[in-house]
């Protein structure tokens, strides 16, 4: 399965527990997404205060070290395929981007999206969404 950022947010924040990560994972590989890497980033960069930037770092710093899938080609055209369908259904695309890459990565490799917001992906036909409970 992908770990959608809001899961690392959350564990960062100590929101939810490392332990319901691994229950809901139930001894699957739990990989992450180039975009998560980078949503990260961004959180570390924008920091206001010391703690904050210490937290975001070590949070950052251990998603590297995890199993990063790559963005290749057929990671594309996955991505242009759902982006047209949920655009040709009223479910606008445009604001999603990052879910979308998520939800790609995981369509192209028959992966499960954990998440904590299963608003942003109930809607994209083929995935299955485990919700992460605290």
């Not at 890497?37 to 251990?62: F, H, K, M, P, V």
């Amino acid at each position: 399965m992908i770990a959608d950022t809001t899961v690392w947010v959350d564990i960062e924040r100590r929101l939810v527990s490392r332990a319901a990560l691994a229950t809901a994972s139930a001894g699957e590989p739990v990989f992450v997404a180039p975009v998560t890497i980078a949503e990260l980033q961004y959180g570390l960069s924008r920091a206001t205060t010391e703690q904050q930037r210490s937290r975001r770092l070590a949070a950052l710093s251990e998603v590297k070290a995890m199993n990063c899938l790559p963005i290749g080609a057929e990671t594309g055209e996955v991505f242009g395929r759902l982006a047209a369908d949920l655009d040709s259904r009223g479910r606008p695309s445009k604001h999603r981007t990052q879910d979308l890459w998520i939800a790609s990565l995981a369509l192209q490799h028959g992966l499960k999206v954990l998440t904590q917001n299963r608003k942003d992906f109930d809607d994209i036909p083929g995935l299955t969404v485990v919700l992460l409970s605290p």
